[in-house]
């Protein structure tokens, strides 16, 4: 279905070496660099990457995706069984799944975690707008009955984003006290801004035969693995390079030479990792005003952004559609007022829809040093139209919380990697913050989740991003591979937008 | 023993007058506190709710009750990041802060005492000169600047030390020491300068005693006239220097900690302001101001116990 | 410091000439550093804020004096633009500082019964680390440049508050003052007159001190991110941002360090010296 993401670089093709060459042995200890502390753990509530990778290890949700990015079952015995008029999905569950605290897993604790999820997760109230009704049929099997087909619902359940996880019923609150998982590891110890130590979880089930991407088998080769917050990226290229990471996330470009040829650690490229993406207020302040919203459209220079925030030319590629080559769902749609960098038009269009001098409030985090350098480059491009700019620098746990407060801000920065299916795409629906309502938008989106037959999904698809350039919702600024480091010895590890250990082992 | 209990009086009232100064900056601060504290999601009500267990409907005089009430309970709030009482917050974070601080006194006294010494001997003698350069220049250098330095040479390249972090869970005492070695070095040579010049100047003036005077003219050895009589009298105020040094080294540490990634105070006071978390702010400098008025007694009394004459 | 002594005192006189020679050497360098600042638009050779991606963390060379920094701006023209910015900071603060601490000496020192209040003020806010209040202060205001001056503003006043205090003690007592005031001459009066004028010695040598840990504290507070906002170029600000490539570009860092700490070392052997020529004790002995 999608083609699968390229692993570029020495690192990949070592690293398939190594596979082959190295027995896996069961032991060891990995420490995960991460780019910061996280708020909390709960997956539904919030969302963000390093949420999801790091969550993914003590929670699961019922489905997933294999490596074609094709969804694959988890706690689920297999794929839903769908009714010919595509709205009662019947799904089987595994037996024999125990909870971190030692209960089993039944429809009960399913059904309950699903209830939460409608509620309380961005994604999950998309679904819950179409729900008729979500029930247990047995112990090991849950029915949920929609009022209209909607093509995304396993996608849905699948992604790690705003994840649908398996809670034990029990343990389900308005906010999370304890997190138990079904997952192969377990959390040990939480020592905020040190580190979060996860051990192996020894009553795990994995699912028979081999891993396949997220789904298929799991396997449990390491002890522990440790995720240590290090916000400053330099410090993460340093501690790989000195050997005191065997994993570090998310690096600045400008490393990738200084990482090339070292003992203790190696680059890693993940191509076409994702986009990253200005998100202007739709909801309140003065980019409500769709001329204030063009003119910033006009003023950005994609290239320049990409470039200050990606360095080397082939760690980025300037491309305005938002699915890149490879994809199903590429389309070149009403693209054309992707990068301009024109002061002059955009001083033109402010000038038309009233601008008033008032500074233009771009919340960024220097967590991801390339957002705040997009943000940099942009405040020159925005200055240069004769918009005012004000960066407001937060770390990135509070720009989560302070993006969902309409008041405070007029732009903010995030990227996303591609994902598997266009309604995954978290500013598309007006519940996510940047509030983007708009009736030709809800008629676009509500045939985009309601067609079953693939091609005509693409063709929608092909008109929500022609939309998205004419009403300017958000920016997106282009494509970038992802630079991280690992460990020669970190073997069995496949590169991903959220990357998992396990599977991964140490060799000696 | 009445001016042991003037000086705690004194104590007491500038303790009672950092926490009234505290009370003021938060208070200063714009924004709801209740609304700060629940976070965007919150309700109207929620916000209204904790307003009023906050007591912040009060008017502020009752607030500033309510403040030392719940100081004198031990009670340093919330944090709204970390979900955990402040204190347990700070205390989790002491170690390495503390260690840090310990180590960087003690490099810099190793340096600072003998350079002082010899300078003060040597008066005005190109070492003397010299000394007086570079203390100024240690002095002029920013921490933090040191410490990015540091790092490239003894971290990164010669691999001497680690990068950054205090070790893992099960990482033993030594090892955590370890990930002190570069900081501490970084806080110490900078904080040298204050204490070479103070030696200096203390020893400069017992030098000119009469008693090392009349020391010498009785034929004393100069290594011991320099020493036992004069480097003695001199230690008071050299102490007293050593003392608040250490205090001031909480401002370095502030900034150090955060170029090495070390999870203390200062770290964590530098991440609560990126995270907003108000009450972590407040407790740390609630701490920190009181932990320096304590140092500030206990000089205090070591002058008494060192020097009897010490007394108004 | 006591009445002379053989050996140890021969090479006083020398030493005053040299703390002098030190006072000229301090004056120098801060002027030429000053006035490089000031004329940065006609110096510069590109504009601070220009970009020029193509051309990011270039070495040191004939194009680009200290080399280009993430961005492709020239590291050279934004040590000079920064320096406005860095010295302003340190100036205003020194100023504030001195209104506020000037202020709260005198009235601490001339006038008993404020003078509890006052010295118990100044006790606490000293018992606060320096950059710890700064941050504080900054996040109760809310970060901006002014914030910043306010911020080290009030943190260095009670430094001055304290000496002023001390030296007016003495000075009410002088027997001159005591007989203005006798006759009756207004306080405020006696204030201007006689106290301020013999203040202003200490005030400047201490002052030249606090300017010098301003410019220190607000690198410090910038390279933490919690001060003048990134996209303002400070010394502290450039190091904050150059930290990223210490490995690679360490141009970028050494070079606002360097002018950090030239600037910091000269405003010291300036204080040093003044201190030097404008303390009684020594001028008696000459």
Redesign the interface.
Known sequence: MLRKLIIAGLAGASMLATTQAFAQERGG?V?VATIG?L?TLDPMTATGDLLGMVTQHFFETLYTFDKNWNVAPLLAEGLPEVSADGKVHTIKLRQGIVFHDGTAMTSEDVVASLKRWLEVASRGKLVAANLDKLEAVDDYTVRITLKQPFAPLTALLAFNNSAAVVLPSEKIGETLSEYVGTGPYMI??R?????L?LVRFDGYKSREGEPDGFGGARKQYLDEI?F?P??????R???A??G?YDYADLL?V??F??LNGQAKTEPLVLKSFGWPMFIMNNKEGMMTKPGLRKAVQAALNS??ML??AF?KPDFFAVDGALYPEGYQWRSDAGIEPYNQGNPDKAKELAAEAGYDGKPIRILTS?QY?FH??MA??A??YLKAAGLA???D???W??LV??R??PALWDIFITHSPFLPDPALIAPLPSSYPGWWASEAKDKLVVALNTEMDPEKRVAIWSDIQKLIYDEAPFYKVGNFNALSAKSPKLGGFTPSAWPYFWNAYLTK | MRYVLQRLLGMLTVMFTVVTIVFIIVRVAPGDPAAVML???ATPADVEALRVRLGLDQPLPIQYVYFLAQLARGDLGHSI??D?PVAS?LL?RAEPTFFLTLFAILIASAIALPVGIMSAYRRGGLFDQSVTTLTMLAASIPSFWLGLIL?QVF??RL?WF?????G??DASFLARMGHLVLPATALGVVSSALITRFTRASMLDVLNDDYVRTARSKGMGEFRVVMKHAFKNALIPVLTVVGLTAALLVSGAVVTETVF?L?GVG??VV?AV???DYPVIQGALLVIAAIYVLINFGIDMLYLMIDPRVRY | MAASSAGVDTPRISTLILQRRTLAIGLAVIATITLLAMLAPLIAPYAP?K?S??N??KPPSATWFFGTD??GRDVFSRTIYAGQLSLMVGAAATALAGVVGITLGIVAGFFRKADGVVSRIIDAMMAFPDILLAIALVAALGPSLATVIIALGIVYAPRLARIVRASTLVIRELPYVEAARALGVPTWRIMTRHVLRNLVSPILVQATFIFAYAMLAEAGLSFL?VGV???IPTWGTMIASG???????DWVTIFPGLAIILTVLSLQLVGDGLRDLLDPRLRKDL
């Open positions: 200890v420490n502390e708020t040990k110890e020592k905020p801004d040190q580190y130590q440790r240590v290090v916000p400053d990226a330099n410090t290229v340093e501690g390079i000195a005191q600045p400008e490393a030479d200084r290239e320049d470039a200050a360095g220097r040093e705040y350098k940099q480059v405040a020159e700019v004000q960066l620098v937060v770390d746990a509070t919380q302070r969902a407060e | 976070g965007p999601d990041f970390l955990m917050a989790d790092i971290a990164v691999g680690p990068v950054a972090g205090y893992g869970p990634s999870p770290n964590l991440s990126l995270r907003r | 804020n970009l991606i193509v990011r963390l993430e961005f991110g906002s990134p996209e930290r990223q490539y210490v490995g690679q570009a």
